[in-house]
């Protein structure tokens, strides 16, 4: 064993512990992003979990005019929805073309769900037995 | 030469044991065993985002059913209350008794949510007895043709019994990929 010896299995070695330490690293950053996008969706889905169950709750009276029953939603889903954490942005909007509202929650990393609800889809608007009778008095 | 051989043999056998030093074979074989392992953490670790964004594609998909499902019923309970009672293969039958148009009808069985398009694959009433009820399957198209299962919660309009309008609508969950 000679100096020349020592010092390149030193250098190999420190070589390659400073890469294991980077890569280490980077995968530890890798495992860390992961988890967090786990817990991530898992309050989108608590989110997309407490809209639900507001669609099936909502005890109003049926509106013929969709239009106003989705502002309705929009404002008992802006109250009732449980808060969002840090690092995740939620967006509750109205969309009065279609009579929807649209629910989008974005993460970090990218992560980004969104999903519309329609009032007529859980019977809170649209014709009722006017428009049957309506249809009736037409055929007549 | 008889002087100098037995002083050169020990120099012979000192450059064979330089030769054969243990520092470098242990440090090659420890950095081998860095990096190996190493390696393997950081392929464990792009094996799980994979699987991460993989699942966040899936979910997106969900998603989109659910609010096609939301749409698809919308348009279904306020355009076309009429066809709540009826199978999807008779739509085109009954349509023009409920004012439909072909391209209207065309336009009922599909639609877009988020750029994303999906058709009706199937709607089953279950009219016989209440509480009456339906399912509904909607499938995305593209190249990746995932259908899901909806149930919608049917009553009677008003005093009209012949109508029908939709109470709510239920997640069934996905039903796979079909051609």
């Given at each position: 064993m000679n100096l020349v010896e020592v010092v390149v299995a030193a250098a190999l070695f420190l070589g390659a512990c400073g890469g294991a330490a980077q890569m280490g690293a980077s995968s530890a950053e890798a495992m860390t992003q992961g988890r967090r996008r786990g817990l991530q969706q898992e309050q989108i889905e608590a989110q997309f979990l407490a809209a639900a169950a507001l669609l099936r709750q909502v005890d109003a009276a049926r509106d013929p005019d969709c239009g106003i029953a989705a502002q309705r939603l929009h404002s008992q889903l802006a109250a009732s929805l449980p808060p969002v954490q840090e690092g995740l942005v939620r967006q509750l909007s109205l969309v009065p073309a279609s009579a929807q509202v649209q629910l989008s929650l974005a993460g970090a990393g990218g992560v980004l769900r969104q999903r519309w609800y329609s009032p007529a889809a859980a019977g809170l608007c649209g014709p009722s037995g006017a428009w049957g009778q309506e249809r009736a008095d037409a055929a007549l | 030469m008889r002087r100098l051989l037995p002083r050169s043999l020990p120099r012979v056998g000192v450059v064979h044991r330089q030769r054969n030093g243990f520092a470098l074979p242990i440090a090659l074989g420890g950095s081998l065993l860095l990096l190996i392992s190493s390696g393997s953490l950081q392929l464990l670790a792009l094996q799980s985002g994979v699987r991460v964004a993989e699942q966040q594609r899936q979910l997106q998909r969900e998603d989109v059913l659910a609010s096609a499902a939301q749409q698809q019923v919308a348009a279904l309970a306020t355009?076309?209350?009429?066809?709540?009672?009826?199978?999807l293969a008779a739509w085109a039958a009954v349509a023009p008794s409920c004012g439909l148009m072909g391209d209207q009808l065309a336009a009922l069985q599909q639609g877009q949510v988020a750029g994303q398009g999906y058709r009706v694959a199937a709607y089953r009433p279950q009219?016989?007895?209440?509480p009456f009820s339906a399912e509904l399957e909607l499938q995305l198209t593209g190249d990746r043709p995932w259908r899901a299962a909806f149930r919608l919660g049917l009553a009677p309009a008003?005093?009209?019994?012949q109508q029908l309008q939709v109470t709510a609508v239920q997640d069934l969950g996905l039903r796979g990929v079909r051609a």
């Open positions: - | 355009q076309a209350n009429c066809l709540l009672a009826v199978e009219t016989a007895m209440a008003g005093e009209a019994a």
